[in-house]
């Protein structure tokens, strides 16, 4: 079984400041990751995933994550966020070869002031 | 990329009364998916929906309380069975692609009084 981390519940930050929303997982076996954000009132829309190969992954509007097999990390970065940002962000993983069955964090609040 | 559309979009629904969702998609699909996402909670898979045989259900989640249509490969329904208020939820459905990718519908936002 699969478990995902996800440390802050609610980050706010000011417009164009760095932003970084942590990841952890737990696995017995190799998983793809995915970063997905739910703007209010919406479904879910994919941000970025990591599958293999480089380890620095980038997404849509300027996000990237990096795959972290030692401490088992999938953290989301974005170096200038703006207002627009303001949404809500969930990590995900699915096993390998596992049926695509995804298991959620529990969501970070991205909250974007002026 | 899949496009997906879901029916209703919301509903307020009276207690002890059933709810079906549609799910529709824009192409064939295998893999089609059923998630609950209750009040500022994160989102937990009720199902998987398989075309021609019954729906694979996920620990504390039952088919009579949450029975699962799949007629064809772009088509699934959700049925909330005999609501109650801890039903409210937004209910999303998903499906698979290639390569382990999910795409979601925009949800049926499910208020129960």
């Known amino acids: 079984a699969q478990s995902v981390t996800q440390l802050d519940s609610q980050v706010p930050v000011f417009e164009e400041a760095p932003v970084e929303l942590r990841c952890n997982y737990s696995?017995?076996?190799?998983?793809?990751l995915f970063w997905y954000v739910q703007y209010p009132n919406q479904g879910l829309q994919l941000l970025l995933k990591y599958l293999s190969g480089s380890t620095l992954v980038k997404g849509i509007n300027g996000f990237e994550a990096e795959f972290n097999k030692s401490q088992t990390s999938f953290h989301l970065r974005k170096p200038s966020v703006h207002i627009s940002d303001t949404a809500e962000y969930f990590c995900a993983v699915t096993p390998r070869g596992g049926g695509n069955k995804l298991t959620f964090g529990t969501g970070t609040q991205l909250k974007v002031e002026l | 990329s899949a496009v997906i559309s879901q029916k209703p979009s919301r509903d307020i629904c009276q207690r002890g009364t059933s709810l079906t969702i549609q799910c529709q998609v824009d192409s064939q699909v295998t893999m089609m998916f059923w998630y609950r996402q209750q009040p500022g909670q994160s989102l937990t898979l009720i199902a998987t929906?398989?075309?021609?045989?019954?729906?694979?259900?996920e620990s504390g989640f039952v088919i009579d309380k949450f029975p699962i249509s799949r007629p064809n490969l772009t088509f699934s329904t959700l049925t909330v069975s005999n609501m109650s208020p801890e039903d409210s939820s937004i209910y999303l459905c998903?499906?698979?692609?290639?390569?382990?990718?999910?795409?979601f519908g925009p949800g049926t936002r499910l208020t129960v009084l």
């Open positions: 696995s017995s076996v190799s998983v793809y």
């Open positions: 998903s499906v698979g692609a290639w390569d382990n990718e999910q795409f």
């Open positions: 929906a398989n075309q021609g045989s019954e729906a694979t259900y």
